[in-house]
């Protein structure tokens, strides 16, 4: 594989973490306002729980 290509798509996997960490922060984040701003038990333990299947993958 030419060095070049290699060097790019490792700066893309960094790009792709980057973005998916984010994410994973900001439904963590998500998760905690509704179980303490709403009282939303249910739905936001779903959302945790799909959101860490996507990150995952």
Do not use: H, N, P, W
Not at 1 to 15: F, P, R, T, Y
Request: glycine share 2%; hydrophobic share 40%.
């Amino acid at each position: 594989m030419d060095l070049k290509v290699q060097e790019e798509l490792e700066v893309s996997k960094g790009a792709v973490y980057e973005k998916s960490f984010t994410f994973a922060l900001r439904i963590v984040k998500l998760y905690k306002y509704l179980c303490e701003e709403k009282r939303e038990y249910v739905l936001s333990k779903q959302l945790l729980r799909s959101q860490y299947f996507s990150v995952k993958l």
